[in-house]
């Protein structure tokens, strides 16, 4: 009798584990990605605010307008992503390597009117890069692929 409850009690504990993986697995992929958003020109910000603010899966945490609000922004809500102008004031190369530092799992999208900075900010250690003329589109794939690194 033991060795027939056995392998029903086992397949019954299994299912729950896996449902309960799945379930857990579902919940962290609906949890909102948090954002800072770092751009120098207000109408930029306004304009991604506007596009986020409609996404269920996103929540903005704040808005930084220079290097240094961007970093304390960072270190003080440790964001799941910033969408980083390129041509932010006082940004450098070593900006990025300081947001890594202050939250090694923090996502960067790097945005710019000119196309030539892509590569620049991918070799620098950007994990994206959107053109500010791409459609919004693109800007929303970008940061699906981000999520779905985690």
């Not at 030539?116 to 070799?123: D, F, G, K, M, N």
Request: proline fraction near 4%; include cysteine; charged fraction near 25%.
């Amino acid at each position: 009798m033991s060795a027939v409850a056995w392998p029903s009690y086992r397949k019954h504990t299994t299912h729950r584990w896996l449902w309960y993986a799945l379930e857990m697995n579902e919940r962290i992929r609906q949890r909102a990605m948090e954002v800072l958003l770092a751009d120098d020109q207000a109408k930029v910000r306004s304009a991604l605010r506007l596009l986020l603010e409609h996404q269920t899966n996103v929540k903005i945490l704040g808005e930084a307008v220079d290097t240094t609000r961007t970093l304390d922004w960072v270190k003080a809500a440790s964001p799941d992503l910033v969408l980083l102008d390129w041509e932010l004031p006082c940004f450098s190369r070593e900006t990025l390597h300081a947001l890594r530092r202050l939250c090694p799992s923090v996502a960067i999208i790097a945005m710019s009117a000119q196309l030539e900075a892509c590569e620049a900010a991918l070799s620098a250690g950007a994990d994206g890069f959107v053109s500010k003329g791409d459609p919004p589109e693109q800007l929303l794939a970008a940061m699906d692929d981000c999520r779905e690194r985690d």
